[in-house]
């Protein structure tokens, strides 16, 4: 028994021992797999290691910063969506240091992109086609993390086609509000949950749409419903809604903006580049391109895997509970997780680096893509200019792709760049310029070589600062040099001299002037002195621009030829001259879905040229080609055609869009029906062509999508001349029973048609208001001539006058002025010596080429002759003196400054390093310091307001009177808008838009509106500074008639109104000697005196009055009468005037010209109820001893004031 019992004890220790080695056994066994477990766990994430490590302590930091960064991101979200990237970047660096300020923690180097950007995600935008630049990415995240539904401002359509192709997987549903069922399908997308994109918003959305804009969704019955119009609908959570807009600067109201996020997409010029990079390249290059897609598809893609994978590792290590050692599951997921993510990481490395190499070869390419980009943003500005030069971008990249296939091939890469460029430039400009009017051609050429020019460096923000600079505010600091050679130089242009010590390259140039007086001003007073060489050094020195800056200083006038001396030089020759029309190259350019659009001005009609061209390629009116003129009722008449010609083939022409605005929405619905149909719906001839006058309703998607084209009258006398003969029926030109006559006045009356257009290139001396006549004008005209010549035994003149320059032609004319004008130059052609003698129409050009009626002849004999007219007409042919030809250059060099004003952003800052608020706050400041007080009767000296013998006020102190209110009004508005414009620059009012447009006018030198004739102030055309000098010295001259007593001579240019003056004066008269008013009128003898200084005393009877000056003629001292204007001076000063009141009934004095007078020079204004303009004052008879004609066609008047 004891035996049994030691052999039990040790069999128990036997087992015990045994399990005891079982169990370590499988604990070595657990330790073994723990050990290669944990082999693979450090193994797989040892690599992480270091990257989570870093991560962590991001994060860590990041977390102490959440709550500034959230803070910032929501306040980027809510507020920077409309706004630009530098002033998006300037807002965020404001409220960074703010936050930090205030002891709000946020990251140093804040950014959006930095706090809500997914790399990831980011990369796959890109893969939708979203560019890269750093604000498109910013927007992206305001559209996809903004509470309230994105409208995004999309002139070029980038976003649009980003939220298709993002959305296409989820089956977007695109609608626009034009659409009859848009409501329906908006209603079915929110029930199935589908993204929607209404597309092409204006600026007013439908009411019908503000409860999804607001997202008003209530509860019912446990269902999400929303109420859109009389009808519940069920809310899916998956809906989602993108607003795009094609307007380029919309105005939304602010009820708009509460709805939605407003977010500006407009393209960047970085991000054009880099899209236009990636073109060329796919066509310079298709081999790297499709390589370099298939990557950006790798890596995007490998990303994403690796993200999940590290999504998922992370979450399997979170929710692992116990001994993580032990999940075998856990610990095996986890090693292929990180095999796989290790493969696809190598992967992407690789690609990557590949992708880097790509880049690398492509940026060889990027001098091209930065030409595209340049071209593209000035033709994008041209839409400030007029609202028909509208060109969508998608077009413009098609033209930038057929350049670059179709340019010719070179041997090496280098000269293969330098033909794109040159083929690009070219290209676009050759395109662009069929849709410009004349006007525009050269400044499009010049806007194109000043943006070539800065970009390459070649001309810098302080020249082009000065360039656009149109006075300048201040004292220079040199001295205006004195003597007989410096006469040549006026106040302006030393002022400008001295500004252009500013500009780094023109430091000198004042003083050198100084030293060098007489080889400058053999510069100043050349004919040509855009082509005149410029005294050493600078002529060697000086850039191309820099040397327009210096005829713009110097010649202001000769501008317009100088900037084509620069196109010269920075693009070439060819681009001196604007292509020719060419209607056949824009047919072959042209597709059936793509309409042609003529916008045409008045006196053009491209129908001849539209059957000529029909008629070379096979179309008949009435069979394959369709005109119809749009108005009243023919809208469903063009609708039905257009469905015809569409699907059969043909040619339909619509005139005259502008005449049916109410229609050209439905105009538009049909053309993007036309763009979106299916392909064999289409008929591969059919074209649609449009006619328009310019007009604001035009549709923008309209104008983007199709090619333009201006159609404009022939300019110059030759042109008009040939134009109107080509048009002359030969049978009618032959049928009079008196052919000599009639066809020497039909020749006359042609002359004159071709004059009265001709004269309104030189502005006011040639017409107060250019008129529009039109080519019908001129065949009424004819055909009442040839009536009155059968018709009458003798030539019946002044018949043909009256009906031909009062009523056929003088039935456009509206200013009474004007009407006198058109009479007087009818005269120089309808008169027996020119008809019967055929005397010369402008004997003192005879020397050059006598203008006459040619011997009686056939049409064809009529025809030739003026082909042998002088190509460059001389204004003496108009009637006019030589003096208007300056007036032209510098009616044009101011057009081409102010158009290239209206398109300068307020982005950058002056060319002296100050920022533009710093230079605006200067001028407020320095004006605000320098206003004088307002006027008041407290200051009054005693004859001022003392009453007449009758008790009556003296009638000039009540005209005062008037005068001080008026100057005290805007006196007090100055005061208030200067203090404004100062508090709301340092943030501490609202900048209103009345405060804004007057910082783009401080920034201009342009006189606020506030302050102007349709504001508190009087008609002036004056820049700032010499605006405000002026303003100065009226209130002065006020003030001391106020305080002094009645001057000797009365300055007629400080009268708000002066006709209140000379009524005053009359009344004053009249009272005096008790002289019915009515009964009396002043007559005007001009003194030897020029003003105060020199008259002691007022005259017995009437009144002085000085300050005028005259244009279109002179006052000669010695004759004692009117004469020729000397050449260069546009306007000669007049001497004193007495006007002397005298009986109605008086006879008139002989040999006077009875010369209009003007508060400003361009002499037109709101036409008043007496036929005169508001800017017309009255008429003085001036003694003359040519006919009063002479000074008519002249255009001579008198102006209160000058411009400068």
């Known amino acids: 028994a004891e035996v049994e019992a030691r052999v039990a004890s040790l069999k128990q220790k036997l087992q015990a021992a045994e399990r005891k080695a079982q169990d370590l056994k499988e604990k070595e066994q657990d330790v073994q797999k723990k050990l290669e477990r944990a082999g693979k766990l450090v193994g797989g994430l040892g690599s992480e290691k270091d990257r989570w490590e870093q991560l962590c302590e991001k994060l860590e930091a990041s977390r102490g910063n959440l709550i500034g960064n959230v803070a910032l991101c929501s306040g980027a979200i809510a507020y920077q969506g409309p706004f630009t990237a530098d002033y998006r970047a300037e807002l965020t660096n404001g409220w960074t240091k703010r936050a930090r300020d205030v002891g709000i923690p946020c990251e140093e180097s804040f950014s959006v992109t930095g706090v809500l950007g997914d790399p990831v995600t980011i990369r796959e935008w890109g893969v939708h086609g979203l560019p890269s630049d750093q604000l498109s990415i910013e927007n992206a995240i305001f559209v996809t993390r903004s509470r309230r539904w994105p409208l995004m401002i999309d002139p070029q359509g980038q976003a649009n086609s980003w939220v298709k192709r993002m959305e296409r997987d989820n089956k977007v549903v695109i609608i626009k509000l034009s659409q009859s069922d848009y409501l329906r399908k908006l209603e079915s997308a929110i029930r199935v949950g589908l993204p929607v994109l209404l597309e092409n918003v204006e600026e007013a959305l439908e009411p019908s749409i503000d409860p999804v804009l607001l997202k008003q969704v209530f509860k019912q019955s446990g269902r999400n419903l929303i109420r859109l119009g009389d009808t519940d609908v069920d809310y899916s959570d998956d809906f989602k809604l993108y607003i795009t807009s094609k307007l380029a600067n919309p105005h939304y109201p602010p009820e708009i903006c509460i709805k939605v996020t407003i977010v500006n997409f407009t393209v960047t010029f970085k991000g054009l580049e880099n899209q236009l ?73 690789a690609a990557e680096e590949t992708s880097k190499e790509i880049d690398e070869a492509r940026e ?246 539209l059957f000529n061209l029909a008629k070379a390629q096979g179309y008949e009116l009435g069979s394959n080609l369709h005109l119809i003129s749009l108005g009243q009722g023919q809208g469903p008449i063009a609708e039905r055609l257009m469905d015809q010609t569409k699907a059969e083939g043909g040619w339909l022409c619509l005139q005259n869009c502008h005449l049916a605005e109410s229609w050209l929405p439905k105009l538009d619905r049909k053309l993007e029906e036309l763009r979106d149909a299916p392909e064999g719906d289409v008929n591969e001839d059919f074209r649609l062509w449009l006619t328009t006058m310019p007009t604001p309703k035009f549709p923008v998607t309209v104008l983007q999508n199709s090619l333009k084209l201006t159609i404009e009258p022939p300019k110059g006398l030759k042109a008009n001349l040939g134009r109107a003969y080509a048009e002359i029926d030969e049978k009618f030109f032959e049928s009079s029973a008196k052919p000599a006559i009639f066809k020497n006045m039909m020749f006359g009356l042609a002359f004159f048609n071709a004059v009265i257009q001709e004269r309104r290139k030189y502005g006011a001396v040639g017409w107060n208001i250019p008129y529009q006549w039109m080519t019908s004008d001129l065949v009424t005209a004819q055909l009442n001539l040839k009536m009155y010549v059968d018709e009458q035994p003798e030539v019946p003149y002044e018949a043909l006058m009256t009906v031909t320059a009062d009523v056929v032609f003088g039935g456009r004319i509206t200013d009474k002025m004007d009407v006198r004008t058109a009479r007087t130059v009818l005269d ?142 805007l006196i007090i508005q100055m005061q208030s808008m200067l203090r404004e414009i100062a508090r709301a620059i340092k943030g501490l009012v609202v900048m209103s838009a009345d405060l804004d447009a007057m910082y783009a006018n401080f920034l201009f030198q342009q006189v606020p509106g506030p302050w102007g004739e349709n504001g508190k102030g009087y008609p002036s055309l004056k820049p700032l500074s010499s605006w405000f000098k002026d303003f100065i010295e009226r209130v002065a001259f006020m003030r001391s008639w106020l305080s002094g007593g009645p001057p000797s001579t009365f300055w007629i240019s400080a009268f708000f109104f002066p006709q209140g003056f000379f009524t005053s004066a009359l009344q004053a008269h009249a009272r005096k000697f008790q002289l019915p008013i009515d009964q009396l009128l002043f007559r005007a003898s001009v003194m030897e005196s020029m003003g105060i200084a020199d008259t002691p005393s007022p005259p017995e009877n009437g009144v002085y009055i000085h300050g005028m000056f005259m244009e279109g003629a002179r006052w000669n001292p010695q004759e004692g009468c009117i004469d020729e204007s000397h050449y260069g001076e546009l306007f000669a000063p007049v001497p004193v005037l007495h006007l002397q009141p005298a009986n109605l009934e008086d006879p008139e004095p002989k040999s006077t010209f009875e010369c209009p007078f003007y508060k400003t020079n361009v002499r037109a204004g709101t036409l008043s109820t007496t036929g005169h303009s508001t800017n017309h004052v ?27």
């Open 828 to 969: 120089a052609f309808f008169n027996k010596d020119a008809v019967e003698n055929y005397a010369s129409y402008c004997p003192q050009l005879d020397s050059r080429f006598k203008y006459q009626s040619p011997s009686e002849g056939p049409l064809e004999s009529y025809r030739s002759y003026i082909t042998s007219f002088p190509l460059v007409d001389r204004p003496e042919i108009f009637g006019l003196h030589q003096n208007a030809d300056i007036s032209s250059q510098q009616k044009e060099s101011k057009e081409i400054a102010d158009a290239i004003i209206a398109v300068q952003p307020r982005t950058s800052s002056g060319g002296s390093g100050k920022s533009n608020d710093e230079i605006v706050l200067e001028i407020a400041e320095d004006l605000a310091r320098q206003m004088p007080p307002a006027l008041s009767r407290k200051e009054a000296h005693s004859s001022v307001f003392r009453k007449l013998a009758d008790g009556s006020v003296n009638p000039l102190g009540i005209f005062l009177g008037h005068e001080m209110s008026k100057f005290n009004k």
């Open 277 to 349: 990079l990636a073109e060329c390249a796919a066509l310079e290059r298709p081999d790297l391109e499709e390589k370099k897609e298939k990557l950006v598809l790798t890596i995007a893609s490998g990303r994403r895997t690796m993200a999940d994978l590290e999504d998922k590792i992370l979450k399997m290590l979170a929710e692992a509970s116990g001994n993580i050692l032990d999940d075998e599951d856990l610990i095996n997921t986890l090693d292929s997780s990180k095999k796989t993510s290790s493969e696809t990481e190598v992967a992407v490395s």
């Open 364 to 609: 060889a390419y990027r001098p091209v893509a930065c030409r595209g980009s340049i071209i593209y943003f000035v033709v994008a500005d041209f839409a400030t200019i007029d609202p028909m030069y509208q060109y969508s971008l998608p077009y413009f990249k098609g033209i930038f792709a057929d350049t670059i296939v179709k340019a010719p091939q070179a041997d090496d890469l280098e000269a293969r760049l330098q033909v794109l460029i040159a083929a690009i430039t070219r290209t676009m400009y050759v395109m662009i310029c069929r849709g410009l009017f004349e006007r525009h051609k050269a400044l499009f050429a010049f806007m194109n070589a000043v943006q070539i020019a800065r970009n390459a460096g070649l001309v810098t923000d302080a020249e082009w600062k000065l360039f656009l600079q149109p006075a300048v505010l201040g004292v220079p600091h040199l001295p205006k040099p004195q003597g007989e050679d410096a006469f040549w130089i006026e106040d302006r242009t030393w002022a400008f001299l001295c500004a252009a010590d500013d500009v780094p390259s023109l430091f000198g140039l004042a003083e050198h002037v100084n030293g060098n007086l007489s080889a400058w001003r053999d510069v100043f007073s050349s004919e040509s002195p855009h082509t005149a060489p410029l005294p050493e050094p600078w002529h060697s020195k000086l850039k191309p621009f820099q040397k327009l800056l210096v005829l713009k200083l110097l010649r202001p006038e000769k501008v317009v030829f100088g900037t084509s001396v620069f196109i010269g030089a920075q693009l070439g020759q060819e681009f001196v001259e604007a292509p020719p029309f060419d209607l056949e190259a824009t047919f072959h350019d042209s597709a059936p879905r793509t309409p042609l659009i003529f916008v045409l001005v008045s006196g053009a009609d491209p129908t001849q040229y």
């Open 1178 to 1204: 009255c008429n003085f008879d001036i003694p003359t001893k040519l006919e009063a004609g002479h000074w008519i066609r002249r255009g001579a008047a008198l102006i209160s004031q000058l411009n400068e």
